[in-house]
Nanobody
């Protein structure tokens, strides 16, 4: 399976971006999908996830209320709608896949075994 993240860019604080994660080589319904981010000098951290085969979603504290994860099986794509962006949201955003039936909130980032290449999000103040 291959993952392609896209949709990043340069925006001002308060604006929105919608990231896409397109899965190829397999079908989206085979995987839980997670979004992660890594800022310069910091560790990669989780942002949000959506479970395999169920509508369970999870958001870390900084994403809850501002970000929304969604899935389009027909397009084999998972989205991350990011609103009210802040300068501290600046990072490279990655999507990752794991074939697991567990609620995705139980999946640590190290268990994801398929990663996309990342897309840069820069939020200016």
């Amino acid at each position: 399976v291959q993952l392609q993240a896209s949709g990043g860019g340069l925006v001002q604080a308060g604006e929105s971006l919608k990231l896409s994660c397109t899965v190829s080589g397999s079908t989206l319904d085979s995987y839980a999908i997670g979004w992660f981010r890594q800022a310069p000098g910091k560790e990669r951290e989780g942002v949000s996830c959506i479970s395999k085969g169920r509508d369970n979603t999870y958001y870390v504290d900084f994403a809850r209320g501002r970000f929304t994860i969604s899935r389009d099986y027909a397009k084999n794509t998972v989205y991350l709608q990011m609103n009210s962006l802040k300068p501290e949201d600046t990072a490279v955003y990655y999507c990752a896949a794991r074939d697991s039936k567990l609620n995705c909130r139980l999946l640590p980032k190290d268990i994801y075994d398929n990663w996309g290449q990342g897309t840069q999000v820069t939020v200016s103040s």
